[in-house]
Each structure stands twice: as C-alpha cells, then as structure tokens.
C-alpha cells in the first residue's frame, strides 16, 4: 500500500484497534509531510466525528452529514429521504485536494477555462459560456468508493456506506455547444481531459497530486460546463465558479473550478488517472491497463426503516438509478433477497441520470427483517447480488450489502 | 371599500402620498382593532421593507424576499431564477391568520385530521396518514392576487407583482386513498372543505377571519394531505404539520396547518369563501354567486433579464405554467408583442401541474427592448394580452403587464 497522503486522492482509513508501530510511522511522517504541504486537515489523523464543519462547507446542515475528514463529508442515511433531488447542504462532499481560496469566487463571471484541442482554441469566460447555451440536467453525483465501507478487506480510502451520492440539478452550457463554437474537435483526440483549479502544494510532484482526468470522448454527448447547482450558483464546495460535469459517471470526473478542458489523443498521465481510480484485484497496485473508474452501473438501497419500525403497514422506502442508463424498475424483497416485490416510483421521473425515489407499501408482523433493494437499468442490467473484490473498494453496486436489518414491533 | 383588517384576508395597500384624515383614523381604528386581538404586525402599518424577518420564517432567504408585511413575503422576481423547483428558503409566504404557535411542530406525528362526510368519519393522525400511501407530486403555488400590483385601480390587498408564485415538490398522501380507507365519499356531497388550525383571536366572529375554503368534488382527484415540501418536513410558515394541497388550485384552497376535511353538500359560509376570493366588477362587494378563486389558468413572465443586458448574443429566460392543464409552449417578444418567437423549456417535465423555466437565445443591438412572454396550456388556452379588472386585483395572467423594459448597451 502506498503511503502517500494522497495515494488515488483517497483519505487513508483511520487506524482501528491496534496499530503496528512501523504504520504509526509512516503516518506521523505522512502527517508532517502533510503539515509542510500546506494540506493539514486533509490527514486521516484529522478526521474528528461531531467537528464543526470547515469553513468551505460552514453552510451544510451538520446534522444531516458525517465528517469523515475535512474534505469527506457523507450524507446520511436517514437524511437521503424520499427527495427527486438532493438539497445542497446535504450533498456529500469530497475533494481531493483542499478548495481554492474562496477569494476565487470574487469575480466568478471572470473565471476563465481555456479549451484545446479545438480547431479554434481560446480561453474563455464564465461571462461568455453563458452567452453560448444552457440547459438543466439532473444526474447523480456519486463517489467511486461510495461503498467502500462493505468490503470486507478494509479497502483504503474514506468508509462511506451510501451517502456518497446525492442528486443534483445542474444548470450550465453543454459542452458540444461550446466545441461547436470553437470550430469542433481537432481529428484523432479520443479524450476530454479536464484540470482542476486548485492550488498544488509546494515540495509536491504536481503529477502526483493534481486533479486532471480524462473520460473517453463519447462523454461529450453529454458533459457540460456548469454554473448553478440545484438552482443557485455553484458554490466553492461543490466546484464553482465552473465546473465540468459528466451525467452518469463516477464522481471524480466532474472536475471542479475546471480551468483546463483539452481534447487529447490519449489520458493524462496525472496520477489520479495513471494509477488512481482503477479497478484490480486486492492487493494488486494500480496501473493505465486497468478499468478506469468512468461510466457508473445501476444502483439502489433502502433509506427507511432503518432499523426499527411498527408492526402492520409499512413503506418501505429508498433510492435507485441506472448510471449512464435509464432506469427501469427496482423490487424489495424483505427476506434478505428469497421474495421480491416490485416498488413503486415517487414523483416525477427527472431524466435518465436522475435518481428516483421508490415505495413498497406491505404488512409487516413483530420480527426481524432484512430489507434490500434491486434495480434494473433500461438494457436490462440487474444490480448484482455481490459485490466485486477490488484493491480501493470502487464501484460497490451489489444489493446484498446494502441491505438493512429492522425489527419490528 | 371594507376596512376589516382581514377583508378577504388580504392586507390593505400602505399609504403613499397624501392620506386624508378621514382614511388615516380609519386605519388607526383598524391597528387598535388589531391590537386588541392580538394580530399586530398583521396590520398594514407594521408594513416594513428590510426590516428583520419575523420568528416563524426567521429561516427564510431574507435577500430573496420582499417583506410586504410580516404575514405577506414575495419572492423577488430577480431570485425565481431558472429553477424547476424554487428553494423553500425562497418561497414566497401568505398567511390570512397567524401562524399557530409554534409548539405544534412539537409532536407532528400526532397532529390529527378529522375526516367527515365519508361513510367511516374519524380522526388520523399524521402518523397514521403515512401509513396509507404516499406520492410526490410536483405543483406551482400561487397567491390568488398575484400580479395585483399591475391593477391601475389600486386593488386592495398586498401589491404582489409575480413573486407570490413558486414551484414546490410535496410529499404526502392522495386524499382519494384516505377516502378509500373510510370507506368512500357519502352520497350527495359536491365539494370538499378544508378549515386551518389557526387560533380564532377572541372577539372576533370566528366566521369573519377563519381559513376555511370549499373547492369543487373534483379536485379529490388531485388533492393531497402534505407533510413534506421539498424533500424536508413541511415547516410551519408552510402549514406544517399537515397542509391540504390542491395542485392547480390558487394558494388559498391549500389550507395550512389542516385539521378538519369534510365532504361537504354547499360550500362553507366562512367570510373567506362566501364573499372573499370572489372575482367581481370594480367596485361591487363580493358574494357567493360570483367565481372563486379555484382553479388557476396559463400564465408566464420574464425572470431575466429585467433592466439591463449586453450587446450580441443573449438569453432571455422565464418560468411559465398551465396551472390545472400542463403546458403546451410558450414564446418570447422582444418588441412588445409585434413579433413572436418560441422559446425552449429547461430541463426536466415536472408533471402537469409544475412550472417549466424556458430561454430564449436572440440577438439584441444596443437599444430599449420591451420583453414579455405567452404560454399556452395544452388545450390550446393562450394568456391573454390583456387583464381583467376586478375588485380585488385576482387572476392576472394578462402578458402586456407582466413585460418587462430592458436597456442593451
């Protein structure tokens, strides 16, 4: 395991129980490279249930979130509710590297991305991508190790269980408008690659640190430069002034305060996409011949009852979604997967990147019950009942650990 | 014109300019009117802009809202935004009574309704209600008068101009599956009365100022008892713990803080249904033969831009609905209304009863531009160009008044 602080942008596990001493070594001695690095807040060492949140994220509702970190904060399960969206201040948070100074968000109508490997490269303003188009679209923002905290070999990186996720309305130009603009996409590019805006640590390998991913170029049906969340301008935690996002793929790949989107022949060779978010057996170190973490599969879990609930009728509630695809239907089974019964949808279907919130109403006599949720994309593709092994716990879609145990009374 | 401080339940226009004595001790008489039953800040000479928001809505987007008195908050027209929903931190307020006191936020589960002309009468608690069925249904809420402010008569009642309107997602249970579970609707009743739990002031005749409404039988079809707006409990300034919502209904029949739905033969003889929100000629008292306030036609206005914009490319964004029919299309004028063009919606379908934001992309030269905009509901109903004068100030869809002047430089 790499000792890195930053090692794929993931925040190490907190040590539990006891710790060999040759581990609390390399930790401290990650903690003071930390501290030198500007970046202290962001070591494991800090993270601190029941901390006032930093000052980037001062507005969320503390109630509704976990800190694992300062930079990872994860919604609760009980707060996920029956909602279409996801209000803001609940919206998990993560960063790979610390925000930029909020002083960036000043002057946010000047903030400028250059675009390359366009026939017509320039840079251009907040200011003027609002002249090019608009559109709203609502998709889910999920983390790759949303999750993490199911597999069983302690996977590195932050625990979360489910709320990792949220689902966002996002208001911004659709970045083919933009590439129309600019005279098209220079031929032979197979990439969009985009650089965060943050700053990188002095002493750092930029390389080792920096946020520049790179997603196949077909994602440009669907990306856009966005400007609003949930109907208010992008805040600094969520990647304002600008920020690239990709419907229907994982989390890191919509690049925040973006200030660099180049159409490139190959990926990056930044670390967070050499050898960061690829999916490899246990044990096994990450490498460009691996999966990258782009496209999220179909998903879903229960977010109530929780634990308890009383006897007679009872709705069974939670969320599901197809990733890049639509969804087609969820089914709860209450027997831990034996029985299933086909969930209703709630509300209004928001497209096919959104969430939907889903109800089965049924009888429930005094026990114990093991409550799961299964989804189907509209391909067919059917939530595995396991989960897939892997080195840095990504992409945990099986239902049979999502599941919860409820008595009821 | 009346001088009850609760005429229609609509606050009196403040002052401006010369007042004659005559006018002024009437007002005067009113306050102490007021005062006595324990409704101050309810009287138009509490009216103050900037001023603090009051306790109950002291969670409110104070930047957001215009405060017109403490029971009367609009939206300002420059914070509707593109949204598909509106935030409820922005959400315009209207309240006929006071709010209950807020200890009955205390025990919200056990908040009961009690249901009467069904076959199988009886009380439900909220706790009860969520064990019979849910759906999330997506609707505009909007204030009877708003668009008074554009009258020339001087309408009385609070000046609204469009921000007594918002797009809200409520959560809660069909009332026609309550009725069900008692055993359905008892023969020959032809509407459905709602009556709020506000506290009757002592002293008044509780008939003069109760929140009482009746609104035809087939709005079962859509009605719903609403314990959730937003994906959040329904707060208090909103009706919580329970709220009667009547999608494509104006605001007043979606009865706060609900405690008795009765099927009923006639509408209630409350002053608020008998002569209130009824739509009559200048000048003409209102009484039961005139139209209600019920169910909501086509209507759209310009969000942005409202005053000022650059030269070349610009977008022209609104927000428009069809009220009790979902929307067909709607268009934009830049010259007053001589040539049309039509706009796109953004983002996602709602349902029928939900706002659609739309733009419009067009090039602007330097110079005065009179923007206004036309929505058509799906029967092919059309705004109309002009208002219909009456009494109150009610029903404004007209699309002249609702234009807006905007210099390009």
């Known amino acids: 395991m790499s000792v890195s602080p930053h090692s794929e942008h993931e925040s190490a596990p907190a040590p539990t129980g006891p710790v060999n001493l040759e581990r609390r070594q390399l930790m401290l001695g990650s903690a003071g490279l930390l501290a030198t690095a500007g970046l202290v807040g962001f070591s494991p060492l800090a993270r601190a249930q029941g901390a006032p949140l930093p000052d980037y994220v001062g507005w969320k509702n503390a109630d509704a979130l976990i800190m694992h970190s300062a930079s990872t904060l994860e919604t609760k399960r009980d707060a996920i509710g029956r909602g279409i969206l996801t209000p803001s201040d609940q919206l998990f948070v993560r960063n790979n590297l610390p925000a930029p100074d909020s002083s960036i968000m000043n002057d946010t109508e000047g903030w400028e991305v250059q675009i390359e490997g366009v026939n017509n490269p320039r840079a251009l303003s907040l200011a003027e991508l609002k002249r090019i188009g608009v559109e709203t679209v609502v998709s889910v923002l999920q983390c790759s190790g949303n999750g993490r905290a199911f597999f069983p070999h302690g996977a590195s990186g932050t625990p979360w269980t489910v709320g990792a996720a949220g689902c966002v309305a996002w208001t911004g130009v659709p970045l083919r408008e933009v590439v129309r603009e600019l005279g098209g996409v220079v031929d032979g590019m197979n990439y969009l690659t985009g650089t965060g805006g943050e700053t990188i640590p002095a002493g750092l390998d930029p390389k080792s640190v920096m946020v520049e991913r790179s997603v196949p170029l077909a994602a440009l049906e669907q990306a856009m430069l966005v400007w609003e969340m949930n109907d208010a301008p992008l805040p600094l ?132 019950y093991r409550l799961v949720s299964r989804a189907t994309d509209d391909r067919g593709q059917v939530q595995p009942e396991e989960r897939t092994d892997n080195e840095r716990g990504y992409g945990h879609n099986g239902w049979k650990d999502h599941g919860v145990t409820v008595t009821v009374a």
């Open 237 to 368: 935690a969520h990647g304002g002034p600008v920020r690239l996002v990709i419907p229907g793929y994982y989390g890191v790949n919509n690049v925040k305060y973006v200030r660099r989107l180049a159409f490139t022949a190959g990926q990056t060779d930044a670390n967070i996409q050499a050898s960061g978010y690829r999916v490899r057996e246990v044990g096994v170190p990450g490498s460009p011949d691996q999966p990258s973490m782009w496209e999220m599969p179909v998903k879903s879990w229960v977010t109530s009852p929780l634990t308890s609930a009383t006897a007679g009728r009872s709705l069974i509630y939670g969320v599901a979604f197809g990733g890049v695809h639509g969804l087609a239907r969820v089914e709860v089974s209450v027997d831990g997967g034996n029985r299933w019964a086909e969930a209703r949808f709630l509300g209004p279907d928001l497209g096919r990147f959104a969430w939907r919130p889903f109800v089965l109403a049924t009888e429930l006599a005094p026990g114990e």
